[in-house]
């Protein structure tokens, strides 16, 4: 038998809870709710799970080719999805370095300003 932590059976309750009210009352989930269940899977078993349709509609919305077998369009979505996060890892670099950049020019126009006098 697994032994579970406290927060992970707290996560697992949250969620359940999650799916009732939006199977039961048909509430519309917040994007932060989204956001907050999309991390706990993964892309290759939500795209494995997907149907024709599911599939070709999210390549027309990524605007891809919708037309092949299946396998086809799941591998043409990672490769967008690959493609999407290196795109996001460069713009958090670009502005870290952009933050630490403005940050330094702050300071020493702090510094200059103060040592003037």
Known sequence: MHMYTEEALGIVVSFLTFC??????????????ILRFSKLFEDQITLDNMSRAQLKAI????????I???NYLRFQLRMKLRQLR???????FC????ATTKLT???IIVFLFWNHN
């Open 86 to 92: 290196a795109d996001d890892l460069v713009c958090f």
């Open 59 to 66: 390549n027309r919305l990524l605007m891809l080719p919708t």
């Open 95 to 98: 502005m870290y370095s952009i």
């Open 68 to 70: 092949g077998t299946n």
């Open 20 to 33: 009732q009210q939006i199977r039961s009352k048909g509430d519309q989930p917040s994007n932060e709710d």
């Open 105 to 107: 020019e702050s300071n």
